[in-house]
Antibody, heavy 114, light 108 residues
């Protein structure tokens, strides 16, 4: 059964960048879409973008265009989300998740910008 | 980006009530819509995919309908364990995309 295990919590300074990893185990990684979704404290879910490793296809929400980069390493079964130009508004839990109909979620990575 | 508008933003209902949440897309998305349930401190859980298909293991009191731009999620008989926040999410070209802003469901 596929599991997605994310990297640990981060504390960042405003203006810096953060790179969060998401390692897949127990299932086929390359052929599924891997989305990144965030949730600020007390707020709703916000979709950031997606990658399909098999086709090297990415799509980003307009809000994050130019500031986010989603990549995947098919050798290590790891996806990455890098967000630059951090502000306090980027403080959130960041999730990776599998599929178009998302059925598997990572445990979440807390990013605090302060 | 396709914009998703959910309503209401919160709803209070009694156990046994029928509850309906709606979601409107800013453009035609056919039936490319998912519904998720999220309980506090947990990751979301897929309830409905392709607008009306029930995910395996989800109670049959949950149902989804709609196509094009207008969609709804219905709970036929509200149970205490259904207290959560519900989100719709559109997908197009087989790529997942934007969520609605969420509907918080509370027990009266």
């Amino acid at each position: 059964q596929l599991q997605l295990v994310q990297s640990g919590a981060e504390v960042k300074k405003p203006g810096s960048s953060v790179k969060v990893s998401c390692k897949a185990s127990g299932g086929d990684f390359a052929s599924f879409a891997i989305s990144w979704v965030r949730q600020a404290p007390g707020q709703g879910l916000e979709w950031i973008g997606v990658i399909v490793p098999l086709f090297h296809t990415t799509k980003y929400a307009q809000k994050f265009q130019g500031r986010v980069s989603i990549t995947a390493d098919e050798v290590t079964y790891t996806a990455y989300m890098e967000l630059s130009g951090l502000t306090s508004d980027d403080t959130a839990i960041y999730y990776c998740a599998r599929g178009v109909n998302i059925d598997v979620w990572g445990q979440g990575t807390t990013v605090i910008v302060s | 980006d396709i914009h998703m508008t959910q309503s209401p933003s919160s709803v209070s209902a009694s156990v046994g009530d029928r509850v309906t949440i709606t979601c409107q897309a800013s453009q035609d998305i056919s039936t490319n819509l998912n519904w998720y349930q999220q309980k506090p401190g947990k990751a979301p859980n897929l309830l409905i995919y392709d607008a009306s298909d029930l995910e395996t293991g989800v109670p049959s009191r949950f149902s989804g309908s709609g196509s094009g731009t207008d969609f709804s999620l219905t709970i036929s008989s509200l149970q205490p364990e259904d207290i959560a926040t519900y989100y719709c999410q559109q997908y197009d070209n087989l790529l997942p995309g934007t969520f609605g802003q969420g509907t918080k469901l509370e027990i009266k």
